[in-house]
Protein backbone atom coordinates (compact mmCIF):
# COMPACT_ATOMS: atom_id res chain seq x y z
CA UNK A 1 0.00 0.00 0.00
CA UNK A 2 1.16 3.66 -0.48
CA UNK A 3 0.20 4.94 3.23
CA UNK A 4 1.95 7.29 4.70
CA UNK A 5 2.95 10.09 7.45
CA UNK A 6 0.80 12.55 8.42
CA UNK A 7 2.26 14.31 6.04
CA UNK A 8 4.17 14.07 2.97
CA UNK A 9 7.84 13.19 3.92
CA UNK A 10 7.23 10.06 5.41
CA UNK A 11 5.36 8.72 2.55
CA UNK A 12 8.50 7.83 0.91
CA UNK A 13 10.25 7.18 3.83
CA UNK A 14 7.68 4.27 4.65
CA UNK A 15 7.16 3.27 1.45
CA UNK A 16 10.74 2.28 0.57
CA UNK A 17 11.30 0.72 3.19
CA UNK A 18 8.33 -1.63 3.31
CA UNK A 19 9.25 -3.37 -0.16
CA UNK A 20 11.69 -5.02 1.47
CA UNK A 21 10.03 -7.18 3.79
CA UNK A 22 9.18 -10.58 2.84
CA UNK A 23 5.70 -11.34 2.30
CA UNK A 24 2.35 -9.41 3.29
CA UNK A 25 4.28 -6.19 2.98
CA UNK A 26 2.63 -2.98 2.97
CA UNK A 27 3.23 -0.62 -0.12
CA UNK A 28 6.29 0.98 -0.89
CA UNK A 29 8.27 3.17 -3.26
CA UNK A 30 10.52 3.48 -5.57
CA UNK A 31 14.04 4.93 -6.23
CA UNK A 32 12.80 7.86 -7.58
CA UNK A 33 10.66 8.81 -10.71
CA UNK A 34 10.78 5.98 -13.19
CA UNK A 35 8.72 5.21 -16.22
CA UNK A 36 7.81 1.43 -16.50
CA UNK A 37 6.16 -0.67 -18.83
CA UNK A 38 4.04 -3.59 -17.70
CA UNK A 39 4.96 -5.55 -20.73
CA UNK A 40 8.59 -5.81 -22.49
CA UNK A 41 6.85 -6.59 -25.55
CA UNK A 42 6.79 -3.93 -28.55
CA UNK A 43 3.12 -1.69 -28.34
CA UNK A 44 1.35 0.66 -30.82
CA UNK A 45 0.09 3.21 -29.15
CA UNK A 46 -3.27 3.88 -29.46
CA UNK A 47 -5.32 1.80 -32.28
CA UNK A 48 -7.87 -0.79 -31.70
CA UNK A 49 -6.59 -4.51 -31.32
CA UNK A 50 -7.16 -5.16 -35.21
CA UNK A 51 -3.97 -5.96 -37.17
CA UNK A 52 -2.07 -7.01 -34.56
CA UNK A 53 -2.26 -3.07 -32.98
CA UNK A 54 -2.63 -2.93 -29.24
CA UNK A 55 -4.05 0.13 -27.30
CA UNK A 56 -1.46 1.29 -24.91
CA UNK A 57 -3.38 2.22 -21.48
CA UNK A 58 -1.05 4.25 -18.91
CA UNK A 59 -1.63 4.15 -15.25
CA UNK A 60 0.23 7.32 -12.88
CA UNK A 61 1.14 6.50 -9.79
CA UNK A 62 3.25 7.16 -7.08
CA UNK A 63 5.90 5.37 -5.10
CA UNK A 64 5.73 1.59 -6.29
CA UNK A 65 2.05 1.29 -5.93
CA UNK A 66 1.94 -2.58 -5.65
CA UNK A 67 -0.87 -2.81 -9.02
CA UNK A 68 2.36 -3.98 -11.37
CA UNK A 69 4.44 -5.57 -8.42
CA UNK A 70 1.10 -8.33 -7.78
CA UNK A 71 1.14 -9.09 -11.22
CA UNK A 72 -2.32 -7.32 -11.93
CA UNK A 73 -1.28 -5.68 -15.03
CA UNK A 74 0.16 -9.19 -16.68
CA UNK A 75 -2.98 -10.73 -15.94
CA UNK A 76 -5.35 -8.61 -17.29
CA UNK A 77 -2.93 -8.17 -20.57
CA UNK A 78 -3.40 -11.82 -20.78
CA UNK A 79 -7.32 -11.61 -20.46
CA UNK A 80 -6.85 -8.49 -23.13
CA UNK A 81 -4.49 -9.18 -25.91
CA UNK A 82 -5.26 -6.24 -27.59
CA UNK A 83 -4.10 -4.40 -24.36
CA UNK A 84 -1.01 -2.71 -23.01
CA UNK A 85 -0.29 -1.29 -19.86
CA UNK A 86 2.20 1.35 -18.94
CA UNK A 87 2.82 2.53 -16.11
CA UNK A 88 4.49 5.67 -14.93
CA UNK A 89 5.76 6.53 -10.89
CA UNK A 90 6.90 9.16 -8.95
CA UNK A 91 8.57 8.33 -5.97
CA UNK A 92 6.81 10.99 -3.31
CA UNK A 93 3.60 12.08 -3.24
CA UNK A 94 4.38 15.55 -2.33
CA UNK A 95 5.82 15.97 -5.46
CA UNK A 96 3.25 13.46 -7.94
CA UNK A 97 -0.12 15.01 -5.76
CA UNK A 98 0.60 18.80 -7.44
CA UNK A 99 1.42 18.01 -11.20
CA UNK A 100 -1.48 15.74 -10.84
CA UNK A 101 -3.49 18.98 -10.10
CA UNK A 102 -1.69 21.09 -12.79
CA UNK A 103 -2.37 18.26 -15.56
CA UNK A 104 -6.33 18.07 -14.86
CA UNK A 105 -6.28 22.10 -15.16
CA UNK A 106 -4.54 21.95 -18.46
CA UNK A 107 -6.50 18.73 -19.65
CA UNK A 108 -2.41 17.63 -20.77
CA UNK A 109 -0.14 15.13 -19.16
CA UNK A 110 -2.35 12.49 -17.93
CA UNK A 111 -2.22 9.02 -18.43
CA UNK A 112 -5.35 6.90 -18.83
CA UNK A 113 -5.74 6.01 -14.65
CA UNK A 114 -4.29 8.18 -11.86
CA UNK A 115 -4.27 7.14 -8.60
CA UNK A 116 -4.62 9.47 -5.90
CA UNK A 117 -3.72 9.60 -1.89
CA UNK A 118 -6.50 9.44 0.04
CA UNK A 119 -5.29 12.37 2.04
CA UNK A 120 -5.97 14.48 -1.55
CA UNK A 121 -9.11 12.58 -2.48
CA UNK A 122 -11.18 15.29 -0.88
CA UNK A 123 -9.95 17.85 -2.72
CA UNK A 124 -10.04 16.07 -5.60
CA UNK A 125 -13.48 15.24 -5.22
CA UNK A 126 -14.67 18.62 -4.38
CA UNK A 127 -13.23 20.75 -6.98
CA UNK A 128 -11.84 18.14 -9.97
CA UNK A 129 -14.71 16.18 -10.32
CA UNK A 130 -15.81 17.75 -13.30
CA UNK A 131 -12.82 16.48 -15.01
CA UNK A 132 -12.68 12.97 -14.09
CA UNK A 133 -15.72 9.93 -15.43
CA UNK A 134 -17.85 8.47 -13.31
CA UNK A 135 -16.98 5.59 -12.63
CA UNK A 136 -19.84 4.46 -10.72
CA UNK A 137 -21.71 4.04 -13.95
CA UNK A 138 -18.93 1.43 -15.48
CA UNK A 139 -19.99 -1.85 -16.68
CA UNK A 140 -18.75 -4.15 -13.39
CA UNK A 141 -18.48 -1.85 -10.53
CA UNK A 142 -21.03 -3.16 -7.89
CA UNK A 143 -21.44 0.25 -5.49
CA UNK A 144 -22.33 -2.94 -2.57
CA UNK A 145 -18.94 -4.24 -2.94
CA UNK A 146 -17.08 -1.95 -1.67
CA UNK A 147 -17.05 -0.32 2.21
CA UNK A 148 -19.68 2.63 2.46
CA UNK A 149 -16.71 4.95 3.77
CA UNK A 150 -14.71 3.81 0.95
CA UNK A 151 -16.95 4.75 -1.40
CA UNK A 152 -18.54 7.88 -0.18
CA UNK A 153 -14.93 9.42 0.03
CA UNK A 154 -14.58 9.74 -3.79
CA UNK A 155 -18.08 10.54 -4.32
CA UNK A 156 -19.10 14.22 -4.77
CA UNK A 157 -22.73 15.68 -3.63
CA UNK A 158 -24.85 15.10 -6.37
CA UNK A 159 -24.17 10.98 -6.72
CA UNK A 160 -21.04 11.21 -9.18
CA UNK A 161 -18.21 8.50 -8.23
CA UNK A 162 -14.71 9.56 -9.23
CA UNK A 163 -12.75 7.27 -7.68
CA UNK A 164 -12.50 3.37 -7.03
CA UNK A 165 -10.79 2.48 -3.54
CA UNK A 166 -7.55 0.26 -3.96
CA UNK A 167 -7.28 -0.27 -0.44
CA UNK A 168 -7.53 1.17 3.42
CA UNK A 169 -5.76 1.12 6.57
CA UNK A 170 -7.61 -0.49 8.95
CA UNK A 171 -5.32 -0.47 12.47
CA UNK A 172 -4.85 -2.65 14.99
CA UNK A 173 -2.34 -2.65 17.90
CA UNK A 174 0.90 -4.56 17.20
CA UNK A 175 2.85 -5.30 20.43
CA UNK A 176 5.51 -7.42 22.00
CA UNK A 177 4.93 -10.36 23.40
CA UNK A 178 8.35 -10.68 25.72
CA UNK A 179 7.97 -7.22 27.10
CA UNK A 180 4.66 -7.74 27.97
CA UNK A 181 5.48 -11.16 29.88
CA UNK A 182 8.34 -9.05 31.59
CA UNK A 183 5.95 -6.98 32.59
CA UNK A 184 3.72 -8.72 34.07
CA UNK A 185 0.80 -8.43 31.39
CA UNK A 186 -0.86 -11.25 28.96
CA UNK A 187 0.45 -12.23 25.85
CA UNK A 188 -2.46 -13.76 24.10
CA UNK A 189 -3.96 -11.72 21.71
CA UNK A 190 -7.24 -11.86 22.46
CA UNK A 191 -6.32 -11.60 25.96
CA UNK A 192 -4.57 -8.62 25.14
CA UNK A 193 -6.97 -6.89 23.07
CA UNK A 194 -9.43 -7.55 26.30
CA UNK A 195 -7.18 -5.28 28.23
CA UNK A 196 -8.12 -2.05 26.50
CA UNK A 197 -11.36 -3.15 24.26
CA UNK A 198 -13.84 -0.65 23.30
CA UNK A 199 -11.69 2.96 25.04
CA UNK A 200 -8.63 4.17 24.22
CA UNK A 201 -8.34 5.32 27.75
CA UNK A 202 -8.46 1.63 28.91
CA UNK A 203 -5.24 1.67 26.19
CA UNK A 204 -3.36 4.34 28.48
CA UNK A 205 -4.30 2.36 31.83
CA UNK A 206 -2.49 -0.56 30.08
CA UNK A 207 0.22 1.75 29.84
CA UNK A 208 0.50 2.28 32.93
CA UNK A 209 0.79 -1.20 34.06
CA UNK A 210 3.40 -1.78 31.93
CA UNK A 211 4.94 0.93 33.41
CA UNK A 212 5.44 -0.45 36.95
CA UNK A 213 7.14 -3.27 35.84
CA UNK A 214 8.79 -2.86 32.84
CA UNK A 215 11.95 -3.78 31.52
CA UNK A 216 14.65 -1.07 32.16
CA UNK A 217 15.08 1.21 28.79
CA UNK A 218 11.59 0.11 27.31
CA UNK A 219 8.76 2.60 26.69
CA UNK A 220 5.18 1.38 26.76
CA UNK A 221 3.50 2.80 23.27
CA UNK A 222 6.55 4.49 20.57
CA UNK A 223 4.89 7.96 20.30
CA UNK A 224 1.92 10.24 21.35
CA UNK A 225 1.37 11.37 17.65
CA UNK A 226 1.27 7.61 16.49
CA UNK A 227 -1.29 6.95 19.55
CA UNK A 228 -3.46 10.52 18.24
CA UNK A 229 -3.84 9.49 14.72
CA UNK A 230 -4.76 5.93 15.57
CA UNK A 231 -8.17 7.94 17.76
CA UNK A 232 -8.63 10.65 14.91
CA UNK A 233 -8.52 7.42 12.43
CA UNK A 234 -11.89 6.57 14.01
CA UNK A 235 -13.99 9.31 14.16
CA UNK A 236 -16.62 10.21 11.36
CA UNK A 237 -15.77 14.26 11.85
CA UNK A 238 -11.60 14.74 12.53
CA UNK A 239 -10.93 18.31 11.01
CA UNK A 240 -13.96 19.60 8.84
CA UNK A 241 -17.23 19.12 8.69
CA UNK A 242 -20.07 18.37 6.89
CA UNK A 243 -20.24 21.84 5.49
CA UNK A 244 -16.37 22.33 4.53
CA UNK A 245 -15.73 24.45 7.59
CA UNK A 246 -12.86 23.63 9.36
CA UNK A 247 -13.67 22.61 12.69
CA UNK A 248 -10.95 21.09 14.34
CA UNK A 249 -10.34 23.32 17.32
CA UNK A 250 -13.57 23.16 18.35
CA UNK A 251 -14.26 19.31 18.00
CA UNK A 252 -14.53 17.39 20.69
CA UNK A 253 -13.44 14.37 19.23
CA UNK A 254 -9.62 15.79 18.15
CA UNK A 255 -10.00 17.26 21.66
CA UNK A 256 -10.42 13.91 23.17
CA UNK A 257 -7.93 12.58 21.04
CA UNK A 258 -4.90 15.28 21.71
CA UNK A 259 -5.47 14.90 25.64
CA UNK A 260 -5.41 11.74 25.70
CA UNK A 261 -2.16 11.31 23.72
CA UNK A 262 -0.77 14.28 25.98
CA UNK A 263 -1.06 11.71 28.84
CA UNK A 264 0.69 9.15 27.49
CA UNK A 265 3.52 11.97 27.41
CA UNK A 266 3.05 13.30 30.60
CA UNK A 267 2.99 10.11 31.97
CA UNK A 268 5.99 8.87 30.84
CA UNK A 269 4.54 6.15 28.51
CA UNK A 270 5.95 7.48 25.66
CA UNK A 271 9.57 6.56 23.76
CA UNK A 272 9.59 10.01 22.76
CA UNK A 273 10.47 9.12 18.83
CA UNK A 274 9.01 10.42 15.43
CA UNK A 275 7.68 8.39 13.16
CA UNK A 276 9.76 7.20 10.00
CA UNK A 277 12.48 9.01 11.30
CA UNK A 278 15.98 6.92 11.74
CA UNK A 279 15.26 6.93 15.70
CA UNK A 280 12.01 5.15 15.39
CA UNK A 281 13.26 2.75 13.19
CA UNK A 282 16.42 1.66 15.58
CA UNK A 283 13.15 1.55 18.27
CA UNK A 284 12.12 -1.92 16.18
CA UNK A 285 15.57 -3.11 15.74
CA UNK A 286 16.10 -3.03 19.47
CA UNK A 287 12.99 -3.53 21.34
CA UNK A 288 12.76 -0.17 23.15
CA UNK A 289 8.92 -0.01 22.76
CA UNK A 290 6.34 -2.47 23.61
CA UNK A 291 3.11 -1.07 21.29
CA UNK A 292 2.28 0.71 18.39
CA UNK A 293 -1.21 1.71 16.09
CA UNK A 294 -0.57 -0.09 13.43
CA UNK A 295 -2.49 -0.09 10.11
CA UNK A 296 -2.06 -3.37 8.37
CA UNK A 297 0.14 -2.00 5.96
CA UNK A 298 2.64 -1.39 8.96
CA UNK A 299 3.39 -5.25 9.41
CA UNK A 300 6.04 -5.45 6.72
CA UNK A 301 7.58 -1.89 8.35
CA UNK A 302 7.64 -3.63 11.56
CA UNK A 303 9.10 -7.25 9.69
CA UNK A 304 11.81 -4.79 8.27
CA UNK A 305 12.83 -3.02 10.78
CA UNK A 306 12.75 -5.12 13.88
CA UNK A 307 14.63 -7.58 11.35
CA UNK A 308 14.90 -11.16 12.07
CA UNK A 309 15.57 -11.32 15.54
CA UNK A 310 12.16 -9.74 16.05
CA UNK A 311 10.05 -12.81 14.42
CA UNK A 312 7.71 -14.32 16.99
CA UNK A 313 8.08 -11.71 19.69
CA UNK A 314 5.87 -9.33 17.60
CA UNK A 315 2.09 -10.08 17.52
CA UNK A 316 -1.03 -7.83 16.72
CA UNK A 317 -4.16 -7.44 18.76
CA UNK A 318 -7.59 -5.15 17.90
CA UNK A 319 -6.83 -1.50 18.77
CA UNK A 320 -9.21 -0.18 21.25
CA UNK A 321 -11.78 1.15 19.01
CA UNK A 322 -11.91 0.35 15.03
CA UNK A 323 -9.97 2.83 13.15
CA UNK A 324 -8.32 3.30 9.50
CA UNK A 325 -4.83 4.97 8.36
CA UNK A 326 -4.02 5.35 5.12
CA UNK A 327 -5.20 4.44 1.49
CA UNK A 328 -5.94 5.28 -1.81
CA UNK A 329 -8.15 5.51 -5.49
CA UNK A 330 -8.08 4.98 -9.15
CA UNK A 331 -9.73 8.22 -11.06
CA UNK A 332 -9.99 8.25 -14.75
CA UNK A 333 -9.48 11.73 -16.55
CA UNK A 334 -11.94 13.00 -18.57
CA UNK A 335 -9.37 14.15 -21.11
CA UNK A 336 -7.66 10.68 -21.66
CA UNK A 337 -7.89 9.17 -24.77
CA UNK A 338 -9.19 5.82 -24.08
CA UNK A 339 -11.66 6.63 -21.29
CA UNK A 340 -13.97 3.49 -21.70
CA UNK A 341 -10.92 1.03 -22.14
CA UNK A 342 -9.63 3.12 -19.11
CA UNK A 343 -12.81 2.37 -17.21
CA UNK A 344 -13.10 -0.86 -17.64
CA UNK A 345 -9.08 -1.71 -16.21
CA UNK A 346 -10.17 0.53 -13.32
CA UNK A 347 -12.79 -1.36 -12.30
CA UNK A 348 -10.87 -4.65 -13.10
CA UNK A 349 -8.06 -3.17 -10.70
CA UNK A 350 -10.60 -2.16 -8.11
CA UNK A 351 -12.42 -5.36 -8.10
CA UNK A 352 -12.87 -7.62 -4.62
CA UNK A 353 -10.94 -10.33 -6.45
CA UNK A 354 -7.85 -8.20 -8.11
CA UNK A 355 -7.98 -6.83 -4.24
CA UNK A 356 -7.65 -9.98 -2.82
CA UNK A 357 -4.79 -10.50 -4.61
CA UNK A 358 -2.79 -7.58 -4.02
CA UNK A 359 -3.21 -8.08 -0.33
CA UNK A 360 -1.78 -11.47 -0.73
CA UNK A 361 1.01 -10.80 -2.45
CA UNK A 362 1.95 -6.90 -1.21
CA UNK A 363 -0.32 -6.61 1.81
CA UNK A 364 -2.53 -3.73 0.78
CA UNK A 365 -5.64 -4.62 3.01
CA UNK A 366 -9.11 -4.08 0.16
CA UNK A 367 -11.38 -1.68 0.13
CA UNK A 368 -13.94 -4.16 -1.58
CA UNK A 369 -15.54 -5.61 1.65
CA UNK A 370 -16.66 -8.22 -0.69
CA UNK A 371 -12.82 -9.61 -0.59
CA UNK A 372 -13.32 -10.50 3.17
CA UNK A 373 -15.03 -13.46 2.40
CA UNK A 374 -11.85 -15.06 -0.24
CA UNK A 375 -9.70 -17.44 1.23
CA UNK A 376 -6.52 -15.14 0.49
CA UNK A 377 -8.18 -12.06 3.31
CA UNK A 378 -10.41 -14.34 5.47
CA UNK A 379 -6.94 -17.34 5.93
CA UNK A 380 -4.83 -14.70 5.98
CA UNK A 381 -2.37 -15.67 8.98
CA UNK A 382 1.27 -13.62 9.27
CA UNK A 383 3.98 -15.82 10.38
CA UNK A 384 6.45 -12.99 11.91
CA UNK A 385 3.55 -12.06 13.98
CA UNK A 386 2.74 -15.71 15.64
CA UNK A 387 0.73 -16.29 13.18
CA UNK A 388 -1.59 -13.47 14.17
CA UNK A 389 -4.89 -13.96 11.57
CA UNK A 390 -4.52 -10.72 10.38
CA UNK A 391 -7.25 -11.13 7.66
CA UNK A 392 -9.82 -11.30 10.48
CA UNK A 393 -8.63 -8.81 12.51
CA UNK A 394 -8.03 -6.06 10.17
CA UNK A 395 -11.57 -6.91 8.65
CA UNK A 396 -13.20 -6.59 11.43
CA UNK A 397 -11.55 -3.31 12.22
CA UNK A 398 -12.45 -2.02 8.79
CA UNK A 399 -16.11 -3.34 9.10
CA UNK A 400 -16.61 -1.15 11.63
CA UNK A 401 -14.70 2.37 10.92
CA UNK A 402 -17.48 5.06 10.64
CA UNK A 403 -17.62 7.27 7.20
CA UNK A 404 -14.99 10.13 7.88
CA UNK A 405 -15.79 13.62 6.65
CA UNK A 406 -12.41 14.23 4.78
CA UNK A 407 -11.33 18.04 4.19
CA UNK A 408 -8.85 19.32 1.25
CA UNK A 409 -6.77 20.53 4.44
CA UNK A 410 -6.60 17.05 5.76
CA UNK A 411 -3.02 16.41 5.76
CA UNK A 412 -1.82 20.08 6.78
CA UNK A 413 -3.76 20.08 9.87
CA UNK A 414 -2.91 16.53 11.00
CA UNK A 415 0.71 17.17 10.23
CA UNK A 416 0.82 20.04 12.42
CA UNK A 417 -0.93 18.71 15.09
CA UNK A 418 1.28 16.06 15.42
CA UNK A 419 5.17 17.38 14.57
CA UNK A 420 4.61 20.79 15.71
CA UNK A 421 2.08 20.78 18.82
CA UNK A 422 2.28 17.21 20.14
CA UNK A 423 6.24 16.43 19.20
CA UNK A 424 6.79 19.26 21.37
CA UNK A 425 4.97 17.77 24.16
CA UNK A 426 6.35 14.40 23.74
CA UNK A 427 9.80 15.31 23.21
CA UNK A 428 10.78 19.12 25.03
CA UNK A 429 8.33 18.21 27.82
CA UNK A 430 6.07 21.39 27.09
CA UNK A 431 2.49 21.64 28.71
CA UNK A 432 -0.17 20.10 26.21
CA UNK A 433 -1.83 23.23 26.30
CA UNK A 434 1.34 24.63 25.07
CA UNK A 435 1.62 22.39 22.30
CA UNK A 436 -1.99 22.65 21.21
CA UNK A 437 -1.31 26.68 20.88
CA UNK A 438 1.82 25.78 18.86
CA UNK A 439 -0.24 23.71 16.66
CA UNK A 440 -2.94 26.47 15.89
CA UNK A 441 -0.70 29.09 15.07
CA UNK A 442 0.91 27.02 12.46
CA UNK A 443 -1.79 25.82 11.13
CA UNK A 444 -3.70 29.34 11.04
CA UNK A 445 -0.46 30.41 9.02
CA UNK A 446 -0.85 27.26 6.32
CA UNK A 447 -4.44 28.14 5.89
CA UNK A 448 -3.70 31.53 5.98
CA UNK A 449 -6.49 32.20 8.76
Given at each position: ???????????A?????????????????????????A?????????S???G??????????????????????????????????Q?????????Y?????????????????A??????????????????????????D??????W?????????????G???????????????????????T??????????????????????Y????????A????????????????????????????????P??K?????A???????????????????????AN??????????W??????????????????????????????????V???G?????????????????????L?E?????????????????S?????????????????K????T????????????????????????????????????????????????
Amino acid sequence: MRTRKRGPVRVAALAVVAALGASLLAGCADDGDSKDSASSGSSSSGGSGGGGARTTLTVGVFGAFGLKEAGLYDAYMKLHPDIEIKQTSIERNENYYPQLLTHLGSGSGLADIQAVEVNNIAEVTATQAGRLEDLGKVKGVDKDAFLPWKWGQATTKDGRTVGLGTDIGPQGICYRKDLFAAAGLPTDREAVGKLWAGDWQKYLAAGERYKAKAPKVTAFVDSASGVMAAITGGSATRYYDGDGKVVYKSNPAVKEAWDTAASFATHGLTAKLQQFQPSWDQGFANGTFATVSCPAWMLGYIQDKAGEAGKGKWDVAAAPKPSNWGGSFLVVPSAGKHRAQAAELAAWLTAPAQQATLFEKRGSFPSARAAYALPAVSGAQHAYFGGAPIGQIFAKAAEGTPVQILGPKDLIIAQNLADVGMLQVDQKGRSPEAGWNAAVKAIDNALDQ
